[in-house]
């Protein structure tokens, strides 16, 4: 089970953090991502990394704002977003996957949580 937090209300420019924690046993390989969706679209592929392993992933419009990042001992997952845009508002969720390879592609992963909503205003 997952539970994403963290998400709120700020300006253009400032940062957030969102956690991800992940309850229960945690397979081997797996993989967890963030991704973001906004209304009457697609859901979006933001960032993923390796469970295990310090492979990392990155959609190309958050590259250099936005770092993923986890704690294995208290598993959960982190996406620090920094110098948010008005249009990274959007519900973001996180995502486990037992794929090895972090995927940018949503039905690869298995494990969904609750959004979270990360609204920036000018």
């Known amino acids: 089970q997952l539970q994403a937090s963290g998400g709120g209300l700020v300006q253009a420019g400032e940062s957030l953090r969102l956690s991800c924690v992940a309850s229960?046993?945690?397979?081997?390989?797996?993989?967890m991502g963030w991704f973001r969706q906004v209304p009457g679209k697609e859901r979006e592929f933001v960032a993923a990394?390796?469970?295990?392993?310090?492979?990392?992933q990155y959609a190309d419009s958050v590259k250099g704002r936005f770092t993923i990042s986890r704690d294995n001992a208290k598993n959960t997952l982190y996406l620090q977003m920094n110098s948010l845009k008005l249009e990274d508002t959007a519900v973001y969720y996180c995502?486990?996957?037992?794929?090895?390879?972090?995927?940018?592609?949503?039905?690869?992963?298995?494990?969904w949580g609750q959004g979270t909503q990360v609204t920036v205003s000018s």
């Open positions: 995502a486990g996957s037992a794929i090895g390879v972090p995927s940018t592609t949503p039905y690869q992963y298995g494990s």
């Open positions: 990394m390796s469970w295990i392993f310090d492979t990392t």
């Open positions: 229960g046993h945690i397979p081997n390989p797996w993989i």
